[in-house]
């Protein structure tokens, strides 16, 4: 599975940007693979922002982004979204999707995810 996130960019805070994850190579659904989205602000770790399972049917965010961010997929274009609304400066990241073959809940540890996206910045200005 390749994927190739885009969407990233600079918006001032309280704004919004919609990241996508295009997958090729293989279905999402068909493959079973839940999708995460990560990020990875400087000098820090990376941390799971958000999942989604392999149907779409269930949905996780870390408590951070609860409210605002918006995970959501088209199986039928084989992508996965990531809607960010109310954007905070701490919200700064290289932000990067990620697969993960499970017909379960999506992982939250990054290590359990097989295949990655290159990233895309997001720079919030205060």
């Known amino acids: 599975v390749q994927l190739q996130a885009s969407g990233g960019g600079l918006v001032q805070a309280g704004g919004s940007l919609r990241l996508s994850c295009a997958a090729s190579?293989?279905?999402?659904?068909?493959?079973?693979?839940?999708m995460g989205w990560f990020r990875q602000a400087p000098g820090k770790e990376r941390e799971f922002v958000s999942g989604?399972?392999?149907?779409?049917?269930?949905?996780i965010y870390v408590d951070s982004v609860k409210g605002r961010f918006t995970i959501s997929k088209d199986n039928a274009k084989n992508m996965v979204f990531l809607q960010m609304n109310s954007l905070k400066s701490e919200d700064t990241a290289v932000y990067y999707c990620?697969?993960?073959?499970?017909?379960?809940?999506?992982?939250?540890?990054?290590?359990?995810?097989?295949?990655w996206g290159q990233g895309t910045q997001v720079t919030v200005s205060s």
């Open positions: 990620a697969a993960e073959q499970t017909i379960g809940l999506p992982a939250q540890e990054a290590s359990q995810y097989e295949y």
């Open positions: 989604i399972s392999y149907r779409g049917g269930r949905t």
């Open positions: 190579g293989r279905s999402l659904s068909r493959s079973d693979y839940a």
